[in-house]
């Protein structure tokens, strides 16, 4: 059996973040092989595993590291399969490292996860497979309805120890518990769009213009509808029904980007979040994108970078999709000219 997912380690000392990952890989049966490579220190090696890799089959590469992590950049600049990033608090809170992996230049995306977040990293690869493979997407699904068992567990424990004098519990009937690995299904050969651009304002659309011009280049179909949860929830929620038959998302948003955690809560597909300079050089946006909980991840990608947003779409769509392949490749070998 060959290994669909490639980890890679920029040293030894990460392993305690890979090990949520592989948690994640073993419970969802997918079959993958871990590496320690430093760009910085055995660069050669980094970049012999990648081509080979990406050679052999490998659909997704998560890089984990911390520092100045390059790591996941220079995997990102060797294959054109998709790299999700995971940051390691090494110093500065993991800072460091959370950029050095999401602010990658176009267009050589890396889909960036939460600090120390392996696990959502691995769920994050995972959904990326199951754009093609329902078994892998039904997997998905059933490992996500356990955290929300894991939070009734939780509440539970928790309420029972409560002794507050004036605790008053309501008779609230809330815990709708969904359906164990129901998977909403897709029509094999629906004319839907592939992709669903949700921008969370009219003041996001220039960046999602980047998005949608190199979608275009890539003749990859795709909905655009600008619409904010906060402001328009039930709108919000009737629009995510519409987009089930999508692959995956992109969502674009500035201050505290609740857009993509909110489509994330609402569906299984991979997304993609870019975050927008509204306000602190869009630091708000990114990390409040990118430090998603356990179990719902958004690969996230650097501030204002429309064009990586559309290009890691497409390095996730290209598993399945020779043409989209063909059309990546092109545009990537093509990228100075396009700057
Ligand atoms: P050591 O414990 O080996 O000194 O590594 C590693 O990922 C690790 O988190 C300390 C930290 O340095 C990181 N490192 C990188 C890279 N190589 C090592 N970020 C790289 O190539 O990006």
Same mark, same amino acid.
């Given at each position: 059996m060959n290994p669909k997912v490639m980890i890679l380690l920029g040293s030894a000392s990460d392993f305690k973040i890979a090990e949520k990952a592989i948690d994640i890989l073993e419970q969802l049966e997918i079959p993958y092989d871990l590496r320690v490579a430093s760009a910085h220190r055995t660069h050669e090696k980094v970049k012999k595993i990648v081509l080979e890799s990406t050679h052999r089959g490998v659909e997704v590469f998560i890089g984990i590291a911390g520092l100045a992590a390059h790591l996941p950049g220079m995997i990102a600049a060797n294959t054109h399969r998709p790299v999700v990033g995971v940051p390691v608090d090494v110093k500065v809170g993991g800072i460091d490292a959370l950029f050095a992996s999401s602010q990658m230049p176009f267009p050589a995306p890396v889909a960036t996860v939460g600090i120390d977040r392996g696990d959502n990293g691995a769920i994050l690869a995972a959904q990326i497979m199951g754009i093609y493979d329902e078994d892998i997407r039904a997997r998905v699904s059933k490992l996500r309805q356990g955290f929300y068992h894991k939070v009734k567990r939780d509440e539970t424990q928790l309420l029972n120890n409560l002794q507050g004098n004036f605790y008053t519990p309501g008779e609230l009937e809330v815990d709708e518990i969904p359906e164990e690995g129901s998977v909403s299904p897709s029509s094999p &050969?629906?004319? &839907?769009?592939l992709i669903s651009v949700i921008p969370g304002s009219y003041s996001d659309m220039k960046i999602a213009k980047k998005t949608t011009m190199f979608l275009d280049r890539m003749n990859i179909s795709y909905d655009m509808n600008v619409i904010s949860p906060i402001r328009y929830p039930e709108k919000f929620e009737e629009y995510m029904a519409r987009m089930n038959d999508v692959k995956l998302f992109i969502a674009i948003s500035g201050l505290s980007a609740h857009v993509t955690g909110a489509v994330v809560a609402l569906s299984d597909k991979p997304v993609i979040g870019v975050p927008c300079p509204m306000r602190l050089g869009g630091m708000d946006a990114l990390l409040s994108m990118v430090n998603m909980p356990p179990g719902v991840p958004v690969g996230t990608v650097g501030v204002a970078n429309g064009g990586n947003g559309a290009i890691l779409a497409a390095e996730m769509l290209s598993i399945g999709d020779k043409t989209i392949e063909a059309k990546l490749k092109r545009l990537k070998s093509k990228s100075p000219e396009l700057q």
């Open positions: &050969d629906s004319h &839907d769009p």
